[in-house]
């Protein structure tokens, strides 16, 4: 079996998931927080490398304050807890415009990358605050700004020189990105480090119902596909 480097994961359908049982949306992003510690270390027992769920995108402001505040709260919680990861062996790193999170939680943060930095198994990526258009507009920004000093020519930018602008600078690109919840989207997740990502869509179930053995469905179409990378094999 082939794994994937990268696994990347919509983690979509907590709100579906609550409505269904007659629960406020709230109760979904509980119930679907609740997911994410098995299929970490599943994703760390099998081999993959890099392992990004997407928990909060730049567009999710725009939900009801109460819904927002929520999954602050929710977030704050869930960092809080993080330290029973550490004898796991995994990184963290958090991807996203952390600066629109308070002063406590992006402390809070900081401290976490720091404290598991010296891990040596999978990174597992925490996209908070995150959108591939503003990742990629920050990047532009940072390019621009060491041409403009002097530090970098024009004709030096390459491919290169914006991935190692991105927050995933260092990492591989994504192999495959799954979707639970029934939509056939990216929703401005790893716009750049997807792009010949195999994607994985699924139809019949939420993110609170989401297990490893999910992971490893998705990992089974995967070895099925032909990768061609605009060649031919
Ligand atoms: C994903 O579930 C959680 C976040 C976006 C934070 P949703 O809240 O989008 O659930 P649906 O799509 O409304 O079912
Ligand atoms: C994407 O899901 C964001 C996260 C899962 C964190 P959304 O539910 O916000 O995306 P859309 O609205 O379906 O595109
Ligand atoms: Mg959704």
Redesign the pocket.
């Known amino acids: 079996m082939n794994i994937p480097k990268h696994v990347a994961i919509?983690?979509?359908?907590?709100?579906r998931w609550a409505r269904r049982r007659g629960l406020p949306r709230k109760a979904g992003h509980i119930a679907g927080a609740k997911s994410i510690k098995s299929v970490v270390l599943h994703c760390n027992k099998i081999g993959v490398k890099v392992l990004t769920l997407?928990?909060?995108?730049t567009?999710?402001w725009q939900?009801p304050k109460d819904e927002v505040d929520g999954l602050m709260k929710l977030i704050k919680n869930y960092l809080k807890n993080m330290r029973s990861y550490l004898k796991y062996n995994v990184r963290i790193r958090f991807f996203g415009d952390l600066s629109a999170f308070s002063e406590d939680m992006i402390d809070k943060m900081n401290q976490i990358e720091q404290e598991f930095s010296k891990n040596t198994g999978m990174v597992f990526g925490i996209?908070i605050n995150?959108g591939g258009r503003d990742e990629l507009k920050n990047a532009a920004k940072k390019i621009a700004f060491l041409v403009k000093n002097g530090e970098l020519n024009l004709d030096e930018i390459d491919e290169q020189t914006v991935e190692s602008n991105l927050y995933t600078k260092g990492l591989p690109n994504v192999d495959l990105l799954i979707r639970p919840?029934g939509?056939c989207?990216v929703?401005?997740?790893l716009i750049w480090q997807s792009a010949y990502a195999e994607f994985y869509f699924m139809k019949d179930i939420l993110?609170p119902d989401f297990r490893p053995r999910h992971v490893d469905m998705a990992i089974e179409e995967y070895n099925r596909r032909n990768r061609t990378y605009g060649g031919v094999k």
């Open positions: 919509i983690m979509d359908g907590n709100g997407y928990a909060f995108s567009e999710n939900r996209a995150y919840s939509e989207r929703s401005n997740f993110w």
